[in-house]
């Protein structure tokens, strides 16, 4: 399978993700939780045998924010 991006390579998302495909991180539950938006950065943890990408979103600071599902046309590489 032929993919535009590699594992762990930082990306931005270029649309909203589908929320029912987003699931924050556990270590945020006591803060309130961020919504995932389009322009968030990210970095690429798993490509997924659909092609998808599964996306670790990170805040400014790099902590996790949450975990989303993203096809290819939908990010862009920084």
């Given at each position: 399978?032929?993919?535009?991006?590699?594992?762990?390579?930082?990306?931005?998302?270029?649309?909203?993700?589908?929320?029912?495909?987003?699931?924050?991180?556990?270590?945020?539950?006591?803060?309130?939780?961020?919504?995932?938006?389009?322009?968030?950065?990210?970095?690429?943890?798993?490509?997924?045998?659909?092609?998808?990408?599964?996306?670790?979103?990170?805040?400014?600071?790099?902590r996790e924010l949450?975990?989303?599902?993203?096809?290819?046309?939908?990010?862009?590489?920084?």
């Open positions: 399978m032929q993919t535009l991006f590699k594992r762990h390579q930082k990306v931005r998302l270029l649309t909203d993700p589908d929320p029912e495909y987003t699931e924050y991180h556990t270590e945020n539950t006591d803060e309130e939780q961020v919504p995932i938006r389009k322009g968030m950065t990210g970095e690429i943890n798993l490509i997924l045998p659909n092609g998808q990408y599964h996306i670790r979103v990170l805040d400014d600071q790099g949450a975990y989303v599902v993203m096809s290819e046309e939908f990010l862009e590489a920084l």
